[in-house]
């Protein structure tokens, strides 16, 4: 019991609950504004963090600053992935139909390529690097400096982005479309172009996410489909469409897993995340703090 308070564990909960935050971003406004089930969200993790391993094994530069050319390589994937197939999907009547179901064989056939790629590139070992590795003592609590650092920048980052999205013209926009489509072009918003950013916006900060990741963790080409069930579920606990109350759902999700585990044990981890994903679905699908069916 003593170590369930210790403000060790608490610190692990808040670094594991920033980066799901983080990642769940990205997943909430590629599926809020375009409905798009994008199963190789965690597959973008996995790439951002293999741009910082090969950045910092080859080129020694450093994660802080490769998360940025990661977030730039994955929003360009993002770009690449809009102009070739969904630009073409959403913007046909009868393909918008079954959007869901189309998108969700296309990342799914998308995901394989991406980590069969990965293995036949980069070998299916598990990979890391030391990065920051010092140990920083702030009262009872030790971290190594990357743990600090990823805390840190992931919740400055998470932050922003939730404020930039919910106060800036473009966020404004966005939000717009998450909550009804067909009102959004009516009342002149450019619709195909919000789109495009959104998805361009959400698979950059998943790659920067990834990027953060590799700080603390090995990385693998099969990394990614934890982080996607996880990010799944928090934009059904903190409401589709709401970002702020995703990113607290991203935290709470952290506490939730990281407490829970200390409780039972690793072999735990999955039944906790999608028990709470079937319970949520259960007793309220609209998200602990989603207000209501989002209209499209």
């Not at 369930?4 to 599926?31: E, F, H, K, R, W």
């Not at 919740?155 to 922003?160: L, M, R």
Request: aromatic share 10%; glycine share 12%; with cysteine.
């Amino acid at each position: 019991m003593d170590s369930l308070l210790s403000p060790q564990l608490l610190a692990a909960a808040m670094i594991t609950g920033v980066l799901y935050a983080l990642i769940s971003l990205g997943l909430n406004l590629v599926y809020g504004t375009m409905r798009l089930l994008n199963v190789a969200h965690g597959d973008l993790v996995m790439i951002g963090a293999y741009v910082a391993f090969i950045a910092f094994s080859l080129l020694n530069i450093g994660p802080l600053v490769s998360m940025f050319g990661a977030a730039l390589i994955c929003g360009f994937l993002g770009w690449l992935s809009y102009k070739c197939v969904f630009q073409r999907l959403l913007s046909n009547g009868q393909l918008l139909s079954r959007l869901e179901e189309n998108s969700l064989l296309l990342f799914f056939a998308l995901s394989v390529i991406i980590q069969n790629l990965a293995i036949l590139f980069f070998s299916a070992d598990r990979r890391g690097y030391e990065y920051l590795s010092a140990i920083v003592e702030i009262g009872d609590v030790r971290l190594t400096g990357a743990r600090l650092t990823v805390l840190i920048v992931g919740a400055v980052i998470s932050a922003a982005v939730v404020f930039f999205l919910r106060f800036s013209l473009f966020g404004l926009a966005m939000n717009a479309l998450i909550q009804n489509r067909d009102a959004s072009a009516i009342v002149g918003i450019n619709v195909d172009r919000v789109q495009m950013s959104s998805l361009i916006f959400g698979f950059g900060i998943t790659g920067l996410a990834g990027a953060l990741i590799s700080m603390m963790e090995p990385i693998s080409p099969v990394m990614g489909f934890p982080y996607t069930m996880s990010a799944f579920v928090i934009i059904i606990l903190g409401g589709l469409g709401n970002l702020w109350g995703g990113f607290l759902a991203g935290l709470l999700l952290g506490v939730l897993e990281v407490y829970g585990v200390a409780l039972t044990g690793p072999e735990w981890r999955s039944v906790l995340v999608y028990g709470i994903f079937v319970l949520i679905l259960i007793f309220r699908p609209q998200g602990l703090l989603g207000s209501g069916k989002t209209a499209r």
